[in-house]
Structure formats: C-alpha cells, structure tokens
DNA sequence: GTTCCACTACCTATCGGTAGGTAGGTAAAT
DNA sequence: ATTTACCTACCTACCGATAGGTAGTGGAAC
C-alpha cells in the first residue's frame, strides 16, 4: 500500500507528538522521515496549527469509529467497558506511546485555540459515549464517565512515567475490581 | 521577603513547564520574567538539562515534606487519603496548571535522562506512601495505590483538556465512592 | 584579592514560514 | 492536433526569530 504525502505528514507527526507534544515535532523532522523537503510539507499543511488540528481531528474521527463499533457489536455493558479499555491498552502496550489528545491536553495552555478546542470534542465524546452506552443504566453515569476516562489517561501517563507498561494494567484491573463490588 | 535568583529562575520554569512541557519553557522566557539576561541562568543552572532535573527534584523534595506532614498529622487512614487528594486539587484549583511530574511524565520518551530518573523517583514516592500510609491494611495495596495516582493525575488532565476544574472533582468523588462502598 | 554574580557579545543550530520556480499532468479552446 | 492555461506536488533558497550555550568582562561583597 502507498499511502499519500498528506497521510504520511499525518502519520509521522502524530507519533512525534505522541512521544513529546505539540512542541516537539517540526516539519523538519517530519520531512526527514518521510523524504521530502519542510517546504513542501506547508504545501499540504500551510502551518503547523493547521497540522496540529487535522491530527486531532483525525484521531477523534478513528477513535469514535471504534465506539461505534464497540456499541454495535456488544449488547453487554461491561463487555463494552472491556473492549474500551483496550482502545487504551493498545496505546501503551502496542504503540509505548500516550493517547494523542491525553498528550495534548496536558499542554492546553500553550496550544493553538483550535488545537485546544479539538482536544475537548475528544474528550467530549468519549465521556458521551461511556455515559450513554456503558453507564445510561447506573447512577450517576457522568461522574462513572469522567472516572474512567480519568482513569484511563492517568494509567497511560503513570505507565511511562515508570516506564512499565504492566502499571495500566495494574491501576485498571483495580478500577474494574471495585466496579464489581458495587 | 526577596528571593534568591535560583529560586526565582526555579520558580518561573516550574510555572512554564507546568504549563506546556518540557519544550515550552526557556532561558529566555524565563530570564524576561525575572529581569536577568538568559546568559545568567547558565551560572546557576549549567545547561537546560540541570534546571528541569533540579525543577524535577524540588518538587518531589516538597511534596515528600507534605507527605509526612499528613501521615504524622493524622493517624485515620480515610483522613490521610483525603489530605492527599487537596495536593492534587490544589494544582487544578489554585495555580490550574498540572502536577510538574504528571506534565513530565506524559514527555517522558523526549526527556534528557537523568530528568526521565527524577520524575520516575517522583511516582515510586508517591506510590510507596500510598501503599504504606494509606492502602497498608488492604488487599493489593500496591494496586490501589496506583489506581489513586493514576486516577488523579488523569484527572488533572481531564480537567485541563476541559478547561473545568470540577470534573477533578467529580472524577475523584466517584472514586472516593466507590472506596466507600468496599 | 578572591569569590560571587551578573553583564555584553557572540556562536551555531533550528524553528515556522515565505518567495519563486519547475516538471508533469489535465483539460478546455482553437 | 496543437496550443493555451491551469493545477498538483514538489523543489531551492532564504527570511526573521528563537533555541541553548560559551567566552570574556567587571563590579561588589567577603
């Protein structure tokens, strides 16, 4: 498969930012991986908040087709709380690196505001999705939705904080152990 | 009360790297706040390198301080638990910024090293309070104790990704509740 | 008189961004 | 069928600004 110019820009900027924010990656260090010169790369994105905002939005766009997959292909509430979680795993476990809008949130401060406005439609939706179809049967489903989701990011950052990724696991297994309880 | 011109370099660099990462702060912007040239920082912090790992370490050094604070203050382990948490909110709710170390963390893959060692010291401190002063008397102290750092510092991030300070507390309530109900 | 601390002046490397050009393709007008 | 015009997707060369860092100076304090 070849993949456009614009989808490799997307696909090395998105790791690069994944790794160390929104202030460390640059159209120099794309266009060195990719092989093509920082000039061109204004050709597809003309600035670099432009290329900040289409990884956002597209990285909304893939996530929210999995939670629309996860809701269609299990009817079982907890089945769906599983299978989210793992959107998760995969992160620190397959790519080590933090969820894109995770990482960009910690930075909100000093990002561009259509950047900062796209990461809160991400987590916008997410705490949507998990109130309607995981906890739309419990009480209280916005502040279940913002524990998880709490949860989740934090089990990423303390993972690469200690560099072990078994830490996710560790802090998410709990939260599931106490969710049986109740 | 006049402060030495480390601690005001310390104390700028804290705030901008709290603010955006480690890549967001500099000599210069720094040097521009407290009305010194950039070139003078690098006599009390050699390289950019030395400041982030002395930033790194000042703040575990305070938050070990409150740590014993609240376990020489209060004997219930509830109590404790809940002293804790105000460190937390106290970084969303006062200075609305992140915890230095949970900022750090998320960029650990682009930190120099001795930096990346720092923050991980930061987050055993606070994981091997919690198992002790908190979480001792329970099964799987460890694992709880990192639900609750996870939880928090997620919910810091949460919270800034919000731009809303309550869903700190609404993500740490539920968590709290559900503590209650085991 | 040495140590401390901040200064001036400068360096190299890199940043995001711009100007202008060009090879190759497409498509409509002649 | 050929010319004219425009488009895509890059290129080279450069801009001003800023990054971290260095060498050497000089005054004040001990």
């Known amino acids: ?31 060195k991986e990719i092989g093509i010169k920082s000039a061109s790369i204004h050709y597809h994105f003309p600035t670099k908040a432009d290329l900040g ?18 809701a269609c292909d299990s009817e079982d509430l907890s089945t769906r709380l599983h299978q989210y979680i793992e959107l998760f795993r995969h992160a620190i476990q397959h790519d080590k690196k933090m969820c894109l809008c995770g ?7 000093v990002l561009p505001f259509p950047v900062q406005q796209a ?6 939706a997410n705490l949507q999705w998990l109130e309607l179809f995981v906890f739309a049967d419990e009480p209280d489903p916005h502040a ?14 303390v993972s690469k904080a200690m560099n072990d990724a078994t830490a996710f696991d560790l802090a998410v297994n709990q939260l599931m152990f106490s969710f049986r309880k109740s």
Chains 1, 2 share one sequence.
Request: aromatic share 10%; glycine share 4%.
């Open 1 to 31: 498969m070849s993949l456009s110019t614009a989808e490799k820009i997307i696909r090395v900027a998105e790791a690069q930012v994944r790794s160390g924010g929104y202030n460390a990656f640059s159209f120099r260090e794309i266009s």
């Open 53 to 70: 905002l289409a990884l956002a939005n597209r990285y909304t766009d893939r996530f929210t087709v999995y939670l629309n997959q996860i």
């Open 103 to 109: 990482m960009l949130a910690s930075e909100a401060d």
């Open 119 to 124: 990461v809160k439609v991400f987590f916008e």
């Open 144 to 157: 279940q939705a913002m524990l998880v989701l709490s949860c989740l990011e934090g089990a990423l950052l």
